[in-house]
């Protein structure tokens, strides 16, 4: 099992170890002399022991490269980030999700395991598991373990709820993940299992806070006030304290993948937050989401058109920059706006409120004039 990953990053390359946030930038000629000795089998040159000394206080001296590092060829398809919604299914039902109907289903493991190797062919370094609730999937210890084994720096969007059970904790003590972000409904079990509509919730989150803690494990908690736990927000901060994870309140819904409006009436109106105007991003050009049967898009929200990896391989990525594009123009209301320059909603999510018949404030500038 590599201890650093060596790896071309869209235009850079990196020396970066799992489970920790600092890296190394090197330039191409020092990627190259670490490329040589991981095919030939030499030590690590003297520069790379002392900088990964300094930086993660790693031994990687006296070892033929090999053994500690794991050195990635170059793509050319330009993508360094993705994620994969391993499946949409979860243990809680909470009336926020953005998924709408949460179907338990997707790829058996061979074609998981083809997709991840598309994603490691198409140059992607960081990985996010998402779903639904990515743990409960009985493929995710071996998904997690091959997408390790492919040299990607693993982050996982869960809801905790089996983060102590000591399989699962077994695994990403081992194989440590880059990040896990925690998703936090209440600070009580009654608030807290009502929000998700499942009794004993709140029990299990917080065993899983414990044994996360314990472990030293990277975590960052997600604050979700809505209207039926708002007024827990200042204890679920205490508790973030408590632990003594980073955390972050979102209190804006969106509507559902679907262009469903059910989300919408769950907001807390005076914990709204104004968005920054829109700068554009870089899904579908250096970024990709897959769902759960491999089917990749430019991001969670602008979900169509698609591209079936499984069929068409890492090739059909090539086609994702120019959907990119097309799903970004201002069309279907939105064509001529005078207020395009400070808009802050893309317009794959504008498209879904405009679906969901949302109130024209939630989305739009134009409600204000």
């Excluded at 790896?7 to 090197?26: E, M, N, T």
């Excluded at 002392?50 to 070892?63: F, H, K, M, P, S």
């Excluded at 089996?162 to 003590?173: E, G, M, V, Y």
């Excluded at 097309?326 to 317009?347: D, H």
Aim: proline share 6%; with cysteine.
């Amino acid at each position: 099992m590599h201890d650093l990953i060596v790896s071309p990053f869209l235009d850079d390359y990196l020396v970066v170890r799992p489970g920790h946030a600092s890296g190394i930038k090197i330039p191409l000629t020092r990627f190259l002399e670490l490329k040589r000795a991981f095919d030939e089998h030499l030590e690590s040159p003297v520069w790379l022991v002392d900088a990964a000394r300094r930086t993660w206080n790693a031994e990687v001296g006296g070892l033929p490269a090999d053994e500690t590092l794991l050195v990635r060829n170059p793509s050319p398809y330009g993508y360094g980030r993705a994620s994969y919604e391993i499946n949409k299914g979860c243990d809680y039902d909470c009336p926020h999700c953005y998924l709408g109907q949460k179907k338990f289903e997707g790829l058996n493991w061979e074609h998981k395991a083809q997709l991840l190797e598309i994603m490691r062919d198409a140059g992607v370094l960081w990985l996010q598991i998402t779903g639904g609730e990515p743990l409960i999937d009985r493929l995710f210890p071996m998904v997690y373990t091959r997408a390790h084994a492919l040299g990607m720096m693993i982050s996982i969007s869960s809801n905790g709820s089996q983060l102590s059970k000591p399989p699962i904790l077994d695994l990403l003590t081992k194989r440590r993940p880059y990040r896990i972000t925690l998703s936090v409904y209440g600070a009580t079990a009654a608030t807290y299992d009502g929000f998700t509509r499942n009794r004993g919730a709140f029990d299990r989150f917080t065993r899983g806070l414990s044994a996360a803690r314990e472990a030293e494990l990277p975590v960052k908690l997600n604050l979700i006030v809505a209207d039926d736990n708002a007024h827990e927000l200042g204890a679920m901060q205490a508790l973030a304290e408590q632990y003594g994870f980073p955390h972050q309140t979102y209190a804006n819904m969106s509507p559902t993948i679907a262009g469903g409006s059910e989300p919408l009436p769950t907001q807390a109106a005076d914990f709204l937050r104004q968005r920054k105007p829109f700068g554009g991003c870089n899904a579908g050009h250096t970024f990709f989401h897959a769902d759960p049967f491999g089917v990749a898009s430019i991001c969670k929200v602008g979900r169509d058109p698609n591209i079936r990896l499984i069929e068409e391989g890492v090739e059909g990525l090539r086609r994702l920059g120019e959907i990119a594009d097309s799903l970004m123009l201002r069309t279907g209301g939105c064509s001529g706006c005078s207020l395009s320059g400070t808009c802050w909603t893309c317009r794959p999510l504008a498209k879904l409120y405009q679906e969901a018949k949302a109130p024209k404030r939630t989305y739009c500038q134009h409600s204000e004039r």
